[in-house]
T-cell receptor, first 115, second 112 residues
């Protein structure tokens, strides 16, 4: 069975500082990995995805993530955050299971960017 | 216009009432999903449909039903609403390769 663990429920950070949001997954099959962002009162928006190939994936708004198969991790990073990055971030994994192709979401990490 | 449109955006209903949440999409995707979001729990899958004649239960389908009226329309019903169904509900679509979801803006449902 697949599972996703976002290791931090909240991450406060000062503007222009770097940030890393951590995500670990478990799966017995090859997976696709995703990060979504949810701004207040909005739906989720795809930030970036790993399907295959290069383990470093670049997304929108200056975010990037690195797929580490040996550590089963897909951490999200940004070298310098802005106030406007304040949002909730969700890690998700998709893979083939006995019940079909399923996507599982983590519980989310709230990023607070302070001035 | 949004790719995935949910109506209503907000709804307050009483315990025991039947309510329908609607979703329509212009993405041309075959796959549609209903998720529920609760604080600290992330998104949990209620129902999903891979084409018009295909309906599948997700992890929390009890108390809910769905209808796939057309490729572009997928509605979620609460037959007899109860307070613990108070949540934010999202509709999403994906293509056959599942290269990521497109979400609607959500429906905030409050059952009193």
């Amino acid at each position: 069975a697949q599972s996703v663990t976002q290791l931090d429920s909240q991450v406060p950070v000062f503007e222009e500082a770097p940030v890393e949001l951590r995500c670990n997954y478990s799966s017995s099959v090859s997976v696709y990995l995703f990060w979504y962002v949810q701004y207040p009162n909005q739906g989720l928006q795809l930030l970036l995805k790993y399907l295959s190939g290069s383990t470093l994936v670049k997304g929108i708004n200056g975010f990037e993530a690195e797929f580490n198969k040996s550590q089963t991790s897909f951490h999200l990073r940004k070298p310098s955050v802005h106030i406007s990055d304040t949002a909730e971030y969700f890690c998700a994994v998709s893979g083939q299971n006995t019940g079909g192709f399923k996507t599982i979401f983590g519980a989310g990490t709230r990023l607070f960017v302070k001035a | 216009d949004a790719d995935v449109t949910q109506t209503p955006r907000n709804r307050i209903t009483k315990t025991g009432k039947r309510i329908m949440l609607e979703c329509s999409q212009t993405k041309g995707h075959d796959r549609m999903y209903w998720y529920r979001q609760d604080p600290g729990l992330g998104l949990r899958l209620i129902y999903y449909s891979f084409d018009v004649k295909d309906i599948n239960k997700g992890e929390i389908s009890d108390g809910y039903s769905v209808s796939r009226q057309a490729q572009a329309k997928f509605s979620l019903s609460l037959e007899s609403a109860i307070p613990n169904q108070t949540a934010l509900y999202f509709c999403a679509t994906s293509d056959q390769d599942n290269y990521g979801y497109t979400f609607g803006s959500g429906t905030r449902l409050t059952v009193v």
